[in-house]
């Protein structure tokens, strides 16, 4: 009778473990304009322990895309998995000047989890909309999260002592600090009143750091050792260091709560930097549809399911993200619901190791930005292929609204294709070398457009 009752509570134990493993916590680190070679993992200047043995225990992606070439849309792809127009968000948002925010009516990744029995919580910037005098815009707890401590854009005068910090929808004042360590003060404070609470549920913490977008601002023991303290290259240095330093005290602190062994750590960035020297080699940058505006860097890691010291040559990106956490979870898709990206869960788990060579993708990965030339770029296998808009189209670095008629009815012309296998810095148009080529992934490229451009939210009609 005993040894019947110790093998029924090995099971369940079995099956507590099984199910603790199927709903992994998740922490979703994201930076803001880190270029594809800031990091030393990734050949980068900058000393980063912290984020080098996250890829030293997990997965690195070398070929990693953000969701836009600027920030307010890639983030938007990031909690969908789908493409920003189809969420109402074609630029980066200004809330004073546009009716733009992310749609309520999207899933995002915090409504997923939360689904599933997840804690939430965002901690740091935002930039999907808030609220304004004039204008009534959903705030994140409408999206999925239980608590949140957020900016609409950046950390302002700098992200040395923020004052534009809004908790749970009371603005907090100006804090002392840097903005980087203070969201960690955030996440660490929301993971003790959890712990204290006896809350078992597992988590989904949204991490997103200021830095390195300006204006920057670091600690001067910290800047000293990459140049003189009024060396703005020094500074930029200086904040990504100081973030590696925020996420080495956020990863003691899940070890400390016995978090460490079942949670997801994803890190990536916006979108590239809007330093050259920083892409890597890689043409344009920040706000740009080459490759050195959209390539980022890309880390999972998850001790005990993702084996350690992996490096993936497949193409993938933030779009991906809300798909790979769905089936890990093994949550059915919502029908009438197009997701663009497509699951890499075989990429990374060492259980799917040997489907790995059968990955392939439903859609290749898109890019739309007006402001950008090229507008549009796609990224097909190796192939990258960019296009010019066949329209008039201003450049002017604010998004107005009354351009989104002309963006939705608009086509494209002045088409390039590169072979990034042979051609990373997208050097040689190949395509009067390849006209069959051209013209299938032509066809591909406007038919993922005119099904992103049929979703696309009407803003211009807000207010008529």
């Given at each position: 009778?005993?040894r ?11 099956v ?6 199927d709903?992994?916590?998740?922490v ?9 070679q800031d ?31 600027v ?7 990031l909690?969908?998995?789908?493409h ?7 630029s980066?948002?200004s809330?004073a ?7 309520e ?7 997923l ?27 994140p ?10 900016t ?6 700098s992200?040395?002592n ?6 749970n ?17 955030e ?16 988590f ?23 140049g003189?303290?009024d060396?703005?290259?020094a ?16 990863m ?7 978090a ?9 960035s ?11 080699g890689l ?8 490759d050195?505006?959209?390539?980022v860097?890309?880390i ?5 399911h993702?084996?350690?010291g ?8 933030l ?32 259980e ?13 990965l ?34 107005q ?14 088409f390039?294709?590169?072979?990034l ?6 050097t ?5 070398k390849k006209p ?9 490229l ?9 979703e ?9």
């Amino acid at each position: 009778m005993i040894r019947f009752f110790c093998i029924v509570a090995s099971c369940l134990l079995c099956v507590s473990q099984a199910r603790a493993a199927d709903r992994p916590n998740v922490v979703m680190l994201l930076v803001d304009d880190l270029g594809y070679q800031d990091v030393g993992c990734y050949g980068g200047p900058v000393k980063t322990p912290a984020i080098d043995k996250l890829a030293e225990g997990g997965m690195r992606f070398q070929q990693f895309y953000s969701g836009c070439a600027v920030c307010s849309p890639s983030r938007a792809v990031l909690l969908t998995g789908r493409h920003h127009i189809r969420t109402g968000v074609y630029s980066w948002i200004s809330d004073a000047n546009q009716h733009s925010h992310l749609l309520e009516r999207e899933t995002t990744l915090a409504e997923l989890l939360k689904g599933q029995g997840y804690a939430t919580a965002h901690v740091g910037k935002w930039h999907l909309g808030l609220p304004t005098g004039d204008r009534d815009k959903p705030t994140p707890d409408k999206h999925g999260f239980d608590h949140w401590f957020a900016t609409w854009n950046n950390a302002e005068p700098s992200h040395k002592n923020p004052k534009t910090f809004i908790r749970n929808g009371e603005p907090v004042g100006q804090l002392e600090g840097y903005a980087c360590q203070l969201v960690v003060d955030e996440a660490i404070t929301w993971l003790d009143a959890k712990q204290a609470q006896a809350d078992d549920s597992p988590f989904y913490l949204n991490v997103w750091f200021h830095e390195p977008h300006a204006p920057i601002a670091a600690p001067d023991e910290i800047v000293s050792q990459y140049g003189e303290l009024d060396d703005k290259a020094a500074i930029y240095s200086g904040t990504i260091d100081n973030t590696d330093r925020a996420i080495a005290r956020l990863m003691d602190k899940l070890a400390a709560i016995g978090a460490a062994e079942n949670t997801l750590v994803i890190y990536a960035s916006d979108n590239g930097s809007y330093r050259e020297d920083r892409t890597g080699g890689l043409r344009g940058r920040k706000g740009q549809n080459w490759d050195g505006g959209i390539r980022v860097p890309g880390i999972f890691y998850w001790p005990g399911h993702i084996p350690s010291g992996q490096v993936s040559q497949e193409p993938a990106g933030l779009v991906d993200i809300f798909p790979t956490i769905r089936e890990i979870l093994g949550v059915e898709p919502e029908a009438g619901r197009h997701i663009d990206g497509t699951s890499i869960k075989s990429i990374l788990l060492d259980e799917a190791r040997s489907e790995t060579a059968a990955f392939s993708r439903h859609q290749p990965l898109f890019w739309h930005l007006q402001k950008s030339r090229p507008m549009v770029a796609m990224r097909d296998g190796d192939y990258s292929l960019v296009a010019y808009p066949d329209y008039e189209m201003s450049t002017h670095n604010m998004f107005q609204e009354a351009w989104i008629p002309a963006i939705k009815a608009g086509g494209y012309k002045d088409f390039e294709l590169f072979d990034l296998s042979q051609d990373p810095n997208q050097t040689t148009d190949l395509s009067e070398k390849k006209p069959e080529l051209l013209e299938k992934l032509k066809g591909k490229l406007l038919e993922i457009n005119a099904s992103i451009m049929a979703e696309g939210h009407d803003w211009h009609l807000e207010g008529e």
